[in-house]
Nanobody, 122 residues
Framework: QVQLVESGGGLVQSGGSLRLACAAS????????MGWYRQFPGKQQRELVA????????IYADSVKGRFTISADNAKNTVYLQMNNLKPEDTAVYYCNARRVVLRTSGPNEFWGQGTQVTVSS
């Protein structure tokens, strides 16, 4: 089991920056793919924003490439999402996700945080 707690959301003007943090209850670097997802107002589906997996380059949604950066501090069991040049269309609830690299046949294979609201005003 992995507990995830996000922080760092808030209200920012267009063009501004925020850094989200996701603190995990255990080390994840070798066992999990860590991702940030977002859910837009009025939408049920969450879309992948960025993901970080062992031994591979981070991946990003096309809409955030060049503006967002995912990183990890393994000593702190924390994943970050640095968001620069924010736009009103980035307004969403952002969720941290941990997904096992090697899936298990019993028990959950992915875990979610509670979400943090990011609002970008124009």
């Amino acid at each position: 089991q992995v507990q995830l707690v996000e922080s760092g959301g808030g209200l920012v003007q267009s063009g501004g920056s925020l850094r989200l943090a996701c603190a995990a209850s255990r080390s994840f670097f070798t066992d999990y793919v860590m991702g940030w997802y977002r859910q837009f107002p009025g939408k049920q589906q969450r879309e992948l924003v960025a993901a970080l997996a062992p031994t591979v380059r981070p991946i990003y949604a096309d809409s955030v490439k060049g503006r967002f950066t995912i990183s990890a501090d393994n000593a702190k069991n924390t994943v970050y999402l640095q968001m620069n040049n924010l736009k009103p269309e980035d307004t969403a609830v952002y969720y941290c996700n941990a997904r096992r690299v090697v899936l298990r046949t019993s028990g959950p294979n992915e875990f979610w945080g509670q979400g943090t609201q990011v609002t970008v005003s124009s």
